[in-house]
């Protein structure tokens, strides 16, 4: 049961493996951490690995 699937730049999703939804780089967030916009292409949603869909 996953409600939250995605974040975004500036959000505290949580602990977990994120990825860019435009080039894919892996992003880790520890349970305190802001989500940065991604080191190589500055997209700003991620995707929870975790989640299946
Ligand atoms: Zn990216």
Redesign the pocket.
Known sequence: MKEKCYCHTGEKPGSGCYS??????NLNLGTQDKCPP??????TDFKMNECIN
């Open positions: 860019c939804t435009n080039c894919g780089t991604c080191s190589k292409c500055g997209n």
